[in-house]
T-cell receptor, first 111, second 111 residues
Framework: NAGVTQTPKFQVLKTGQSMTLQCAQD?????MSWYRQDPGMGLRLIHY???????DQGEVPNGYNVSRSTTEDFPLRLLSAAPSQTSVYFC??????????FGPGTRLLVL | SQQGEEDPQALSIQEGENATMNCSYK?????LQWYRQNSGRGLVHLIL?????REKHSGRLRVTLDTSKKSSSLLITASRAADTASYFC???????????FGKGTKLSVKP
């Protein structure tokens, strides 16, 4: 089992470009989430989903969009990239109120 | 908003010594989790302790939870150079399972 996979590992964007960060899990968990990690900070929740077809906003949702059409996949879309979105993005999955399993992360640089 | 605050922000010790990190939080919680992050890598789950538990052990790790003081501590005994990493506490305060992370403690274990 791969656990949680994220692609790409690294991406450079220009301001205004859009892109989708992919996240997939084979652990059969209903709950999935996206976090961003900035230097010297802990992780902050962007969006989360408690099951296919259900998504909700976290602490820092502005500029991001998500959808959940299947249990396995939870893509994160940047609508119009800004330098403030330069960060490392982590996807996670797990049972509700249980251990969360994190992917390896995507490093995003917005110029 | 950051719920958890780790203390100290940085800790440098010699191999074989014990390392203690503390975490304080603000609201009631369902559980508290500790994660390790090696430089440039994803998060690895260490221990989950529920609000009705006071202490938990896993190998060389010991976690305590004091809900009356809204604080937790992580003790790593007989530390090794491989324990060098950042350690984060994350609280689960709501019904969805969303985690709120602190800024982390950077542990350096010198051989």
């Amino acid at each position: 089992n791969a656990g949680v996979t994220q692609t790409p590992k690294f991406q450079v964007l220009k301001t205004g470009q859009s892109m989708t960060l992919q996240c997939a899990q084979d652990m059969n968990h209903e709950y999935m989430s996206w976090y961003r990690q900035d230097p010297g900070m802990g992780l902050r929740l962007i969006h989360y989903s408690v099951g296919a077809g259900i998504t909700d906003q976290g602490e820092v949702p502005n500029g991001y969009n998500v959808s959940r059409s299947t249990t396995e996949d939870f893509p994160l879309r940047l609508l119009s990239a800004a330098p403030s979105q330069t960060s490392v993005y982590f996807c996670a999955t797990g049972g509700r109120q249980e251990t969360q399993y994190f992917g390896p992360g995507t490093r995003l640089l917005v110029l | 908003s950051q719920q958890g605050e780790e203390d100290p922000q940085a800790l440098s010790i010699q191999e074989g010594e014990n390392a203690t990190m503390n975490c304080s939080y603000k609201t009631s919680i369902n559980n508290l989790q500790w994660y390790r992050q090696n430089s440039g890598r994803g998060l690895v789950h260490l221990i989950l302790i529920r609000s009705n538990e006071r202490e938990k052990h896993s190998g060389r790790l010991r976690v305590t939870l004091d809900t009356s003081k809204k604080s937790s501590s992580l003790l790593i005994t007989a530390s090794r150079a491989a324990d060098t990493a950042s350690y984060f506490c994350a609280t689960d305060p709501g019904s969805q399972g969303n985690l709120i992370f602190g800024k982390g403690t950077k542990l350096s274990v010198k051989p």
